[in-house]
């Protein structure tokens, strides 16, 4: 698979580093020399060019690729690039509708791609056979990590299901037993897919690793309520959050007002400090503003009187929001050492998110690590549904795929389709004659069934083989 990538920035890059893991190859194209400067590390072809210049494409192989990705800062030119790219392809290779060329454009302003008051649905005009606006997955994600801040990762398996990925501390009551045996002696917890201990790289459970203080261990669970569970179990624990919780959200960005949404929803009450006054008035005459639960401030989030007519300690959840990464991170600390219990941010830089994760009780969440999940799982939609990348076990991948007849797998149990596709089956979905969709534990399945939908953990480097079993 030859993969071409426009725009050599945090995202671009982050997706051309994923798919060089692969095996797959790639060329990365970017006016800026600085950014491809900053690409050298990643042994792909780089060009120096413009992703709307016939020559840049035809150096970067466009009449052997076979997705082209459009991943700069501008929306516009990300659905343009796509025309072209296609225009370009269909010219060299003499192939008029250049189905041959898959195109992704990655869209940071959600709506754009709204059916009533954007121009979506974008894929049906537009020539991007997929479209990436990763705003609802940050919202669900750390709007996730909330419900269980001590948990390490939390990331959504597909569903209703989550992975939850973190550390067993030395008084976790897991030390010394089995990862086969903790469904067994721990009523009602989830299974334990992988495993990555000290020094070692991550890989999938077999059931007899001897669980250890410091291991990292990878559980997925059909709903939030088992993250409780897992807290406790590797001797942790979180306060209880309130049926009707307080929430502060800190600035009314499109993150700020649809976390703010999220909570209101869910029966919370929510107060919003927005440092911009148009921001502020946009809110408060919007859909969401309409909630007597929401409050809407003008104010700095970083004056301490203000914060102190709020009570800002006797809030629950926190969450930083604004544009800047640092004024995000300074706040979230800020609400932290004020007592608030549950805190969180939205950061554009993964590699603040670790360093974030580094000072500890403080959540998370890259908006760009996200997009580039969500691309990675547009390039793999040949096996259609999720994908996943587990960053604190980066050996190990999620992705889902539907059981059809040409697999030959219908009829089979889960440890022989295991078997066959060298992967941990997590979770299946499956589809009843009325249409209702149960998730049903793999322990629990005696056969798989046309039609099933298969959660399955991987190695990366396994991803591969994987397609080419379920004929990809």
């Known amino acids: 698979m030859r993969v071409i990538i426009a725009g050599a920035g945090e995202v671009g890059r982050g997706v051309a580093s994923a798919l060089r893991q692969e095996k797959r190859s790639v060329a990365l194209i970017d006016p800026d020399p600085s950014a491809i400067n900053e690409s050298q590390y990643l ?41 072209f790219a296609k ?37 049906n005009w537009t020539r991007a056979d997929h479209i990436v606006t990763a705003v609802d997955e940050i919202v669900d994600q750390l709007a996730a990590s909330l419900l269980a801040p001590s948990i390490d990762e939390i990331l959504p398996l597909g569903g209703s299901s989550w992975i939850a990925s973190t550390e067993v501390t030395t008084s976790s009551a897991l030390i010394g037993t089995t990862t086969g045996e903790v469904g067994g002696i721990f009523a009602g917890m989830p299974s334990i897919y992988a495993i990555k201990k000290a020094e070692e790289k991550g890989t999938l459970c077999k059931g007899d690793e001897i669980i250890e203080p410091g291991d990292i261990l990878v559980f997925v ?71 007597k639960r929401l409050d ?40 932290k050492d004020k007592g608030v219990q549950r805190t969180g941010l939205v950061l554009r830089d993964r590699a603040l998110v670790d360093a974030v994760h580094r000072i500890g009780s403080i959540n998370p969440v890259s908006r760009r690590q996200v997009v580039v999940t969500g691309i990675l799982k547009s390039i793999h939609m040949n096996v ?67 039609g099933d939908r298969l959660y399955i953990l991987l190695l990366k480097e396994h991803l591969k083989k994987l397609e080419k079993s379920l004929g990809s």
């Open 221 to 291: 669970s059909n709903s939030t309520d088992q993250f409780s569970q897992i807290t406790r179990s590797v001797g942790k624990s979180d306060p209880e959050l309130k049926e009707k919780a307080q929430v502060a959200v800190f600035g009314a960005s499109q993150f700020g007002v649809r976390l703010s949404d999220h909570y209101l929803r869910n029966g919370h009450s929510v107060v919003v400090i927005e440092p911009e006054l148009d921001l502020a008035n946009e809110l408060v005459g919007s859909s969401v503003g309409n909630s």
């Open 43 to 83: 042994d792909c072809l780089l060009i120096t060019g413009s992703a709307l210049s016939r020559d840049s494409l035809m150096r970067a192989g466009i009449s052997d690729a076979e997705i082209f990705i459009m991943a700069t800062n501008d929306d516009m030119i990300n659905l343009l690039g796509c025309s």
């Open 296 to 335: 809407v401030i003008h104010g700095d989030p970083q004056d301490e009187d203000l914060l102190r007519e709020l009570d800002i300690h006797n809030h629950d959840i926190a969450v930083a929001a604004l544009e800047d990464d640092n004024l995000n991170i300074a706040i979230s600390m800020r609400a």
């Open 87 to 123: 225009k370009v392809y269909s010219e060299l290779v003499g192939e008029r509708n250049a189905s041959g060329l898959r195109t992704i454009a990655n869209i940071s302003d959600p709506s754009l791609d709204h059916p009533s008051r954007g121009a979506g649905p974008l894929s």
């Open 384 to 450: 259609p549904g999720t994908f996943q990348v587990i960053p604190n076990v980066p050996e190990v991948i999620s992705i889902s795929a539907e059981v059809k007849e040409e697999q030959g797998m219908e009829g089979w149990s889960v440890s022989k389709v295991e078997s066959k596709l060298g992967a941990r089956v997590a979770m299946i979905d499956r589809q009843d004659f009325d249409g209702a969709i149960s998730v049903l534990d793999p322990n629990d399945v005696e056969t798989i069934l046309l």
